[in-house]
C-alpha cells in the first residue's frame, strides 16, 4: 500500500501513540501483539528521524470531566482516573524517552485539551501517522481534528485497537480513507524516505 502514495520525510513526521495506557491497553484482546508492533514502529520511527508523541487521558486534582466523558465515569472510579494512578501511565513496554512529546488530555480528542498542536508545530511537524486506543474514540477524533488543523494523515490501522472489531474495520475502510491515508506498520519502512 506504501507505494500507492508519497513517501514522507521522517524529520517532519511524528508517530502519535495515543491512549496506549495501562488500564487500557488491558482492555484489548492480543494487547501483546498489539504493544509489540508499536514497540518496533516506535524504534523505526526514532531510527528513522521522526519524532515520537504520546497522548493520554487522565485527571489532576479538581478536573472533573464534564458532558458525556463525566457521564461515563462513575465519581467511585474518578481516583483510578487520576493523573498520577499508575492505570493512566503509558504501557512501560512503550515508555517515553527524553525528547519525546508526552501530553495528558482531558476529553476524547488528543488536540482540544492539550498543547499538543503547539509542540507538533515547533518542531516544524506536518504530517502524522496514527495509532491509538481506540478506533470510536482518539482515533476518530484524531482523524477529524487533525484532518481540519491541515495535517497530512496516515492511520497505521495494525497499530489501532478497538474493543468493537466491526466499528474498527468499519472506520478503517469506509470513514478515515475520506480524511487520511490507510496503511499497515509493515508499509512504513517504503514510506519512510
Known sequence: MAAEIERVDPA?????VMDYQRAIVSQISAADALVARARETIQLVRDQGGTIGYVRVAFADGEVPGGSMGKRIAPDQLAMYHADAAQTQIDDRIAPQPGDIVVRKVRVGPFGSTDLDEQLRARGIDTLLLAGISTSGVMLSAVRDGHDRDYRLIVVSDLTADRDQDVHDFLLR????????????????????
Open 12 to 16: 517532519s513526521t511524528a508517530l502519535l
Open 174 to 193: 469506509r470513514i478515515f480513507p475520506r480524511q487520511a491515508e490507510v496503511i499497515s506498520a509493515a508499509d512504513l519502512p517504503g514510506l519512510l524516505k
